[in-house]
Structures are given as C-alpha cells and as structure tokens.
C-alpha cells in the first residue's frame, strides 16, 4: 500500500511570501503530526491531529505557522510571511492513532526561504 | 530543562562488528522510547520500540536496552553491513502527552566494508 505522500518535495519562496504544504497520510490513520527538522538535528514536534481536530499544537513556533486535517485526511501546513530561519524538512507522519505505534514518516518537503 | 544526547560525533565501524549508539536523557520519565532510521533526503523509518518496564528488545541483527535508573538506551547493530550506514534517531515519547515524539539529533553510522 502507499505510504505518507507530501507534496512538494521542494519549494522555494521569497521573505515574506505565503507557503502550503500538503501531507497524505496513509489511509485509515487517524494520528496524523507534523515536525519540521534543520541540518544536522532531529525532527521537532509542531503539531499532532486526531482526526479532524488538533489536539496538541503546542510545537507551532509562531502564530505564522498554522495547519488544518478539514476531513480527517489530507492536512497542510500554512506559513504566512515566511522568514529565512523557517527554511527546513517539513516531515508528516501518520499513526493508527493507539499513539503507543510507531509512526510512519513522509519524505518531507524541504522549504527554502530566500 | 529536558534534553535528549546522542553520540556527538559519527560512529564509523568495520563491516562485521557491532554498532553500539547511545541515548541519553535527562528530566524526562519516558513511557517508551523508539529508535529510527534516516537515510539522507527521507524521512525516519521506524525500528523498534521499548516500552519503560522493558529492559531488552530484539529484531534481527537489532537490539535495543532501555535503562531507567541510567536514563539511557543503547542501540546495537550485529555483524554489521555497509546497507547499514545511515543516521540513527532516538525519539521518546512521554506518558499522557499527546503521543508526540522527542526526538535526538541522531547519530552518523558509517560501515566501512
């Protein structure tokens, strides 16, 4: 079966500029997060949905940074007036939902900011 | 405050021997904690997961230990291969949160053949 689709695969934009990020998760997973990771480290949490609602957003680092999972599917991550620092790997992953399963990861989509 | 180490540097070993990374935490109680794989331009795959009242996990040529009382787990890859070479993530994940994962900065094996 298909795994965790993002697309793009890249985008590049310029300061200042709005970005959407999609996310596909594996069909039938309700968990779905979001994580961003820079050069050199780990992913870090931005956001978790269970189904359609986010349950724990405590990882968005600004109020710039907002995501949606409208019908408990398909999600994105919106950034408006984007600065070079949000330049990173934006990663999903999605889980069955029990939260104690692995979660299993997009290829991310890697954004720069000119 | 919180903190996930791994191994500072890259772990180069020979094809053959046993690969053994190292994470630490400190100020966290982990329900469990898992480790993954990266390979460079994807996203982590996961390996194997060790819940807090499990002192030993195998899969294969993996093994993972999980020491509450040292607040640290050791991942070890046996006759290891160069398919093997890759960045190995630590993530925990803290009981009643959200199920999101902490992750560590990994760290760079490379298995000279």
């Known amino acids: 079966g298909a795994g965790v689709s993002q697309t793009p695969s890249n985008k590049v934009t310029e300061k200042g500029k709005y970005v959407e990020l999609r996310c596909d998760p594996i069909s039938g997973h309700t968990a779905l997060y979001w994580y961003r990771q820079s050069l050199g480290q780990g992913p870090e949490f931005l956001i978790y949905f269970q189904g359609t609602g986010a349950a724990d957003d405590s990882g968005l680092p600004n109020d710039r940074f907002f995501a949606v999972r409208p019908e408990g599917s398909v999600s994105t991550l919106k950034i408006q007036r984007t600065e070079r620092g949000d330049s990173a790997v934006y990663l999903c992953a999605s889980t069955t939902g029990t939260g104690k399963n692995e979660q299993f990861f997009g290829p991310g989509t890697r954004l720069t900011v000119l | 405050s919180q903190k996930i180490e791994q191994n500072s540097e890259a772990l180069n070993i020979q094809e053959g021997k046993t690969a053994t990374l190292t994470c630490n935490y400190t100020n966290y109680s982990p329900a469990y904690l898992q480790w993954y794989r990266q390979d460079p331009g994807r996203g982590p795959v996961f390996l194997l997961l060790?819940?807090?009242?499990?002192k030993e996990k195998r899969k294969e040529r993996l093994k993972v230990t999980f020491d509450t009382t040292l607040k640290q787990s050791l991942f070890h890859i046996t006759a290891s291969q160069p398919a093997d070479s890759a960045t190995y993530l630590c993530?925990?994940?803290?009981?009643?949160?959200?199920?999101?994962?902490?992750f560590g900065s990994g760290t760079q094996l490379t298995v000279l053949p």
């Open positions: 993530a925990l994940s803290l009981s009643g949160s959200a199920r999101q994962l902490t």
């Open positions: 060790i819940r807090e009242n499990e």
